[in-house]
């Protein structure tokens, strides 16, 4: 029997699912809303601590896991919502929801190894 | 049995599709969170865009920092909060349904358990926090 891509796909989406469920919310909050008006202390997400994160290997994971596990779950996620919304996808448009997600995995992996360790 | 089949089958009705998720409020709700989608992969294209400006250095970071500061900016992440946050509650509603018995009892997942490790979370946070102050 064939074997099914489906899995792979369904898993990356589920994991994504639950990194975001539990800390998508307060990212949000933190670098989108608390530190540019100012409510979190001025050296919060400063040039100097963000790039001592990227640059500690467990750091890089977190953010790459982040970025690339987020970008897999939305991909998943619309790609069947355009079923829903009565739009019969074939490949094209697997290729371009899981294929953009691979490109912006592979885009954090590259950015995260060229900052350096 | 065939000389009895009309030779033009009568129309039949078949309802439209079209707009069907706005009929039911729970459908309504669906789409939302599908919509929760849209708003987690901006976000990500955000955090990567805040990546590629540390990597080019402190100039290209205070750039990323101060389209952050704009406001279109923290009203499209307040926006993106509620529809994480509401695929979030519905991603906590659903896991507790979808997982395997668990091997200890009470073998699944209650409420008063996802609050306790919210609750515990909470205070490993407030730990840390003032440990590092």
């Not at chain 2, 499209?76 to 009892?105: D, E, I, N």
């Amino acid at each position: 029997m064939r074997r099914s891509h489906a899995p792979v796909f369904w898993l990356l989406f589920g994991a994504g699912g639950m990194l975001s469920a539990l800390v998508g919310p307060v990212l949000v909050v933190i670098t989108g809303i608390a530190v540019p008006l100012g409510l979190l202390p001025p050296d919060a997400l400063d040039h100097a601590h963000l790039l001592a994160l990227a640059r500690h290997p467990l750091g890089k994971l977190a953010l790459l896991a982040v970025v690339a596990l987020f970008l897999f779950h939305a991909g998943h996620r619309l790609l069947h919502s355009l079923h829903d919304l009565g739009l019969h996808t074939g490949l094209g448009a697997r290729l371009l929801f899981y294929g953009g997600a691979t490109a912006g995995s592979l885009a954090t992996a590259g950015v995260l190894w060229a900052i350096g360790f | 049995m065939t000389r009895h089949r009309p030779a033009t089958p009568p129309p039949t009705w078949r309802r439209p599709m079209a707009g069907w998720w706005r009929r039911h409020p729970a459908h309504r709700r669906y789409m939302l969170r599908e919509a929760s989608a849209l708003f987690l992969a901006a976000y990500a294209l955000v955090l990567l865009a805040g990546l590629v400006a540390l990597l080019r250095g402190e100039a290209a970071y205070a750039a990323w920092r101060a389209m952050l500061a704009t406001p279109w900016s923290v009203a499209l992440h307040a926006l993106a909060l509620l529809f994480v946050g509401y695929h979030a509650l519905t991603w906590f509603q659903v896991m507790p349904k979808t997982m395997p018995p668990l091997p200890v009892a009470p073998r699944h997942i209650t409420n008063a358990g996802l609050l306790l490790s919210a609750l515990l979370s909470l205070a490993l946070l407030a730990a840390v926090w003032v440990a590092g102050a």
